[in-house]
């Protein structure tokens, strides 16, 4: 929330040299620092107390490393990466990131869950695992987002943008105006029987033989 508004805020704000130097080299170390801190927990387990303070903090601390990317990327400071992310293909696979958000664990649990044997985990099993299920992860992904994702995005486009609401808006408007409530009825009948009733004068006049 707080990188929307400064988005939204400073779109167009012009960052000085040394600014973007400390802003590129604090988010790299960072970002390094959340993903190594733990590599070697694979030999050792931590402390209770490192543990928790790492729990505690190494989320807060990527989603401030990435925020600096975003917000370098959009306001013109990215430079050579905001090149790299603004590639074609990466628009693509953009589109199917929310489903391959949704996917993932899902591959990985059932691949986990089919395992019968002992596996000696190795640098190149990982990287082939990596890759199985990332491929696995795009296809299902992109299945799901055709036929779920992308008609409800388009149809949310066309209930905002069109006149669905503001005609119903209407039609209840007219409905409202056009009804009758009791007092009006009750006024209306006694106009047309005040009408019916004849004149003293009619009554008393005698008709000429």
């Known amino acids: 929330m707080f990188l929307g508004y400064m988005v939204v805020k400073f779109r167009n704000v012009k960052l000085k040299r040394l600014t973007q130097v400390v802003g590129w080299c604090s988010s790299f170390a960072v970002g390094v620092a959340v ?10 387990l931590p402390t209770a107390r490192v543990a928790a303070v790492y729990a505690a903090t190494h989320r807060v601390a990527w989603c401030i ?26 628009n693509v696979l953009g589109n199917l990131a929310y489903m391959a958000y949704l996917t993932h664990p899902v591959v990985m ?13 190795s640098q190149y099993e990982k990287v082939y695992a990596f890759f199985g299920h990332f491929l696995t992860t795009l296809i299902i992904s992109a299945i799901f987002y055709v036929l779920i994702e992308m008609p409800c995005t388009r ?10 609401f503001k005609t119903f808006g209407k039609q209840s408007s007219k409905g409202k105006t056009h009804t009758k409530t009791p007092d009006a ?7 047309e029987k005040h009408e019916d009733v004849p004149l003293e004068k009619d009554i008393l006049r005698v008709p000429k033989e």
């Open 35 to 44: 993903l190594w801190a733990a590599y070697r927990w694979n030999a050792e």
């Open 185 to 191: 009825d009750e006024k209306i009948c006694q106009k």
């Open 109 to 121: 649990l059932y691949h986990a869950s089919r395992t019968r044997d002992l596996m000696y985990y």
């Open 65 to 90: 490393a990435l925020s600096w990317l975003t917000f370098a990327c959009i306001t013109g400071h990215g430079g050579y990466i905001e090149r790299i992310l603004s590639w074609g293909p990466f």
């Open 155 to 164: 149809l949310g486009v066309i209930l905002l943008k069109g006149n669905i």
